[in-house]
T-cell receptor, first 113, second 112 residues
Framework: DTAVSQTPKYLVTQMGNDKSIKCEQN?????MYWYKQDSKKFLKIMFS???????INETVPNRFSPKSPDKAHLNLHINSLELGDSAVYFC????????????FGPGTRLTVT | GNSVTQMEGPVTLSEEAFLTINCTYT??????LFWYVQYPGEGLQLLLK?????DKGSNKGFEATYRKETTSFHLEKGSVQVSDSAVYFC???????????FGKGTLLTVNP
């Protein structure tokens, strides 16, 4: 029943590893997003997809690669993890590209040791 | 570019106190303005919004008025409850509609 869900909720891994975070929305929305929230709660957009097409790609290292297999899913793959990647990653969705009301998932807390 | 500045926290209040969290913005054109709330351990939820000058957004006793002359969107509540303890984010979206710019968040703690 959860509108926007993410897995896993917690992820602890070592530097240099590759990991993925998955996001699914059951709202029928066209547009999905990935945000990064740092330890000071600052929230910054990373990527956005509209109907499986990339529309926002902020200044993010190319170790981060989003993939949208269909409109309801937006996954985030991270290669060669670094200590500075430790953060909470939020997935969000909105009705369409014109809508500015976004619905957020519960977040994935990534800790890189 | 667009930016949002909100008051530094943390803010600690007693139950039934009056709350104001200041938010000012810099943007070209006429952005839409939002307040999001993040309860402990959860994702962000839209609290209220306003899409044009002088609009007042309201929800759950919270209010904010879009003031173009002062480029502000201050959040207010007349009587806070312990359950209002959370982090509050002011945000704006530009003309594209879908790109949100967030402030740094303000942690509110309400004590019984």
């Amino acid at each position: 029943d959860t509108a926007v869900s993410q897995t896993p909720k917690y992820l602890v891994t070592q530097m240099g590893n590759d990991k993925s975070i998955k996001c699914e929305q059951n709202l029928g929305h066209d547009t999905m997003y990935w945000y990064k929230q740092d330890s000071k709660k600052f929230l910054k957009i990373m990527f956005s997809y509209n109907n499986k097409e990339l529309i926002i790609n902020e200044t993010v290292p190319n170790r981060f690669s989003p993939k949208s297999p269909d409109k309801a899913h937006l996954n985030l793959h991270i290669n060669s993890l670094e200590l500075g990647d430790s953060a909470v990653y939020f997935c969000a969705s909105s009705q369409d590209i014109q809508s500015n009301e976004q619905y957020f998932g519960p977040g994935t807390r990534l800790t890189v040791t | 570019g667009n930016s949002v500045t909100q008051m530094e926290g943390p803010v600690t209040l007693s139950e039934e106190a009056f709350l104001t969290i200041n938010c000012t913005y810099t943007a070209t054109g006429y952005p839409s303005l939002f307040w999001y709330v993040q309860y402990p351990g959860e994702g962000l939820q839209l609290l209220l919004k306003a899409t044009k000058a002088d609009d007042k957004g309201s929800n759950k006793g919270f209010e904010a008025t879009y003031r173009k002359e002062t480029t502000s969107f201050h959040l207010e509540k007349g009587s806070v409850q312990v359950s209002d303890s959370a982090v509050y984010f002011c945000a704006l979206s530009d003309r594209s509609g879908y790109k949100l710019t967030f402030g740094k968040g303000t942690l509110l703690t309400v004590n019984p």
